[in-house]
């Protein structure tokens, strides 16, 4: 949006309007650069879906939407913060992932390329193929791929291979690479979270993204919950001098405090609502027509001790997904 003019008096540079990752992320950005910065929250909680709470019986603690983080060590941004003065300590399991077959069978991803192959047999040279191109030229890449899609590359040639693999759909990218079960099903399993068809054109970036990060930094969690990773990140906002305030909806802009600049993380329909009638009728419209993508669903369990994996060396994976391949 364009800056808005307001009084000197004004006690803050900048507004934030949503106290999820990216909204705490900006709000940082700002307050690095010396603005006085308040990030406001609807929920009692910052986090958004980077949230830990009580959802089942008393004593347990669950994460409210994301539960691993390969970006949480992965992105040049929350790497370079000092988040582990405030707390916030990563646990890696000894696996990312094992994805269960059927016969007491498991694809496993090690956090080793080499080891990953080797367990996928026949398909260990497909895996390489795969994977290993994007892993050698992740530090090029990381950057590449965590920007604006449109931009002007500083690593062409990494972008280049990278996306010849990231734009065929999964279903193609997996029949090229694998011909068992087990590796089409652990790459199905990696391809699912871009949470679009195995049809869809580009929805392989995903897979590879997590590929790379599997075993570049593997896939960690937040010792004790996510919720640790928005407190890191709240506490280290507040030393830098910005606020975080919760428990406060905001339903307009009018309602905000003056500010120079409003950055709003918020869906396209709370967009619509709160600036609707600031925004030209092409970008209303626009926003108007907007469809959601797939959705997804989860369940929260209250455990008596550890999964009763009868799987031979899938119980110390952090993560398991349970499916079959994308055929």
Do not use: C
């Amino acid at each position: 949006m364009r800056p808005v003019p307001v009084p000197t008096a004004s006690p803050y540079d900048a507004v934030v309007v949503g106290a999820g990752p990216n909204g705490l992320a900006a709000a940082i950005r700002l307050a690095e650069a010396g603005q006085r910065v308040a990030v406001f929250e609807a929920n009692e909680t910052a986090g958004g879906g980077v949230r830990s709470m009580a959802l089942t019986r008393p004593g347990f603690v669950h994460d409210f939407g994301a539960a691993v983080f390969p970006l949480g060590v992965g992105s040049p941004f929350f790497r370079r913060l000092p988040l582990a003065r405030y707390g916030l300590e990563w646990i890696h399991p000894p696996l990312p992932l094992a994805h269960p077959l059927d016969g007491g069978r498991a694809a496993l991803l090690s956090r080793s390329l080499d080891e990953t192959a080797a367990g996928l047999g026949r398909d260990g040279g497909g895996y390489r193929r795969l994977a290993a191109p994007v892993v050698r030229a992740w530090p090029a890449l990381e950057r590449e791929v965590l920007r604006p899609m449109l931009h002007v590359p500083r690593h062409p040639v990494a972008l280049a291979r990278f996306g010849l693999r990231a734009l065929l759909p999964p279903e193609r990218l997996g029949a090229w690479a694998f011909r068992g079960e087990a590796a089409k099903a652990l790459w199905a399993g990696v391809a699912a979270h871009a949470v679009r068809p195995f049809s869809a054109p580009g929805a392989s970036a995903i897979g590879l993204t997590l590929l790379a990060l599997a075993h570049r930094v593997g896939w960690p969690a937040p010792r004790g919950g996510a919720g640790a990773l928005t407190a890191a990140l709240v506490a280290h906002l507040r030393a830098l001098g910005g606020e975080v305030v919760t428990s406060r909806p905001v339903t307009h802009l009018d309602g905000l405090p003056p500010a120079r600049s409003v950055l709003l993380d918020v869906s396209p329909r709370a967009l619509l609502r709160l600036a609707g009638d600031r925004l030209p009728g092409r970008d209303r419209r626009a926003i108007a027509g907007f469809r959601p993508g797939p959705g997804t669903s989860k369940l929260d369990w209250a455990l008596d001790g550890p999964l009763p994996l009868a799987i031979p060396g899938a119980a110390p994976a952090g993560t398991v997904h349970l499916r079959g391949t994308s055929q």
